[in-house]
């Protein structure tokens, strides 16, 4: 039998995603555009912070040294290391580490993944086998290299080199990252043989809280995989399951991945204006697809189950499916490991390219 989870707020319910605040209903796709901006404006004013602007201009991609140490050479892919160079007035560049397959066929554009987790070293030599010989390029960034990841400090932010760009904008750390990402998506859109309309976003934890900030808020990603992302990223403030991580400490022990005032929702989440299901119907009608550890109850699982169930509604307004809102569960815990690679590569299989997808994203192995 499937458990049932016990959460927190109980009788708690999420915001209606098809109602203006106003309380009039969306009932047109031109409704839904401007519905999208009141989803938008709370995350950003509360949560994240605003995020900052795309800047002016095409970034400057160049050649770099081959890389060395741990993104050696994945044998049957090719490795650049490039640095994209989003501002044309500064030096700031990001470093990227870019395996493509050995493609017979180099005529068609290649899928790219996009992953930010350089800072970990998650993605090793192995991830990059999987993913080239599944047919995609895999780009890898150091999302700390665009904002620092220092929990107590928002004066670390404040003084990145995007914070010294913005000292009008207070942005948590996230909303950087997921800068960073829509930065690496810019130079995907100038390399010959990438194929920048097919953009997977993701992430782990707190890197996944950024990949779904990322692709909730731009557009040009085509699919968006957080993986055991949690508060602030898949899970639920409202609606936590046991030994989900609450509000409360999340915003003590990390205060600068946030706006500084949102530590005052602590234990006032029932008070908050959006949940999750704010960043997912902002991907629709594109995938969002999260994966989870049934171990996992930090990241709360249940409660990403739920917010996903709640924007699957939007999925369904704008024509799309219920699947392009899905979930993927393993037992084991908190990583991002080959299995929720496998999965991600499985749905962009089918989502791109109409082949079988070999498990059911809409399985929940929760009775909600
Ligand atoms: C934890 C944090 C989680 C998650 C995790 C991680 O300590 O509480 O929200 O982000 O770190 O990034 O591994």
Known sequence: MKPTPVFKNPGAKLQDLLRFDSGTPVLTAEDW???????????????YGPM?????????VVTTKPGKGAFRNAPSATHARLVTFPFADSDYGILL????????????PTPVVICGDGCWQRVTPEFAELVTGRGYALCVFDRTTVSPDIGESHEAVRGSVLGRRHPELEFGAIAGWAWGFSRVLDAIQEIKGLDASRV???GHSRGGKAALLAGAFDERFATVFPNGSGSGGSGSWLLQAQGAEPLEVITRVFPSWF???FAAYARRETEL?????????LCAPRPVVSTEALGDLWANPAGACVTHAAAREVYRFLGGRDAH??????????????????????????????KPLP????????AL
């Open 33 to 47: 555009r401007r519905r999208r901006l009141e989803l938008i404006k709370p995350l950003q004013d509360i949560c």
């Open 52 to 60: 900052p602007p795309t800047p002016e201009g095409r970034p400057r």
């Open 97 to 108: 580490d870019l395996y493509t397959p050995i493609k017979a066929d180099s005529e068609s």
């Open 200 to 202: 997977a976003v993701c």
């Open 259 to 261: 706006t500084p005032g």
């Open 273 to 281: 204006p959006f949940d999750s299901h704010y960043l997912k119907a």
């Open 325 to 354: 809102a899905g979930m993927h569960f393993r037992n084991g815990g908190h990583e991002h490991g080959i299995p929720d690679w496998t999965a991600m590569l499985d749905y962009c299989d089918w989502h791109y390219f109409g």
């Open 359 to 366: 498990w059911d994203p809409l399985y929940t192995p929760f």
